[in-house]
């Protein structure tokens, strides 16, 4: 059973382009987060949501917007694309209030943006 | 700002050999800390957390922590090959979990 999933596990696209990368949790989980990790392999959060509202919002381009249609999924938009944007994806879930706090990767999304 | 400094690597140590990796935090409020081993190509998993000061052990992995010089570390004992990954020292200030950029581990035969 897979606990968190995205999809794409690979995207490639244009400059300029719109995309959406999805994300499920089936831990029944509260809280659910996007990272981006670049090629330095820095894991930066970049929002999580918490039973449907944004708790964190770090200084990302507002061409990226989370979206939380429930608290089993966050979707990751983002409008026109740029080169800068090339990184990898993760996706993460856990549950407030639990003894280790610990969060629940998913696989990852590699986005190039050519 | 909030920073999390940890020694990129990589770290080579031989089959069997204690691995220690280190890891400094700015943040006096941060409240409970992580080590996450990522393979390459692959996502964040948690291998330990510790809250209190000393040492936590699991296995063949000890962390310990020390909060007066906001240091954290993680030993790992017997190390094997498969241990070669990774590891991200990661540090929960809230509201945030704050990651380093990570130590590349490489245990060689």
């Known amino acids: 059973d897979t606990a968190v999933s995205q999809t794409p596990k690979y995207l490639v696209t244009q400059m300029g382009n719109d995309k959406s990368i999805k994300c499920e949790q089936n831990l029944g989980h509260d809280t659910m987060y996007w990272y981006k990790q670049d090629s330095k392999k820095f894991l930066k959060i970049m929002f999580s949501y918490n039973n449907k509202e944004l708790i964190i919002n770090e200084t990302v381009p507002n061409r990226f917007s989370p979206k939380s249609p429930d608290k089993a999924h966050l979707n990751l938009h983002i409008n026109s694309l740029e080169l800068g944007d090339s990184a990898v994806y993760f996706c993460?879930?856990?549950?407030?209030?639990?003894?280790?706090?610990?969060?629940?990767f998913g696989p990852g999304t590699r986005l190039t943006v050519l | 700002q909030k920073e999390v400094e940890q020694n990129s690597g990589p770290l080579s140590v031989p089959e069997g050999a204690i691995a220690s990796l280190n890891c400094t935090y700015s943040d006096r409020g941060s409240q409970s800390f992580f080590w996450y081993r990522q393979y390459s190509g692959k996502s964040p998993e948690l291998i330990m957390f510790?809250?209190?000061?000393g040492d936590k052990e699991d296995g063949r992995f000890t962390a310990q922590l020390n909060k007066a010089s906001q240091y954290v570390s993680l030993l790992i004992r017997d190390s094997q090959p498969s241990d070669s990954a990774t590891y991200l020292c990661?540090?929960?200030?809230?509201?945030?979990?704050?990651f380093g950029a990570g130590t590349r581990l490489a245990v060689h035969p």
């Open positions: 510790i809250y209190s000061n």
């Open positions: 990661a540090v929960k200030a809230p509201p945030e979990l704050i």
């Open positions: 993460a879930s856990s549950q407030s209030g639990s003894g280790s706090n610990e969060q629940f």
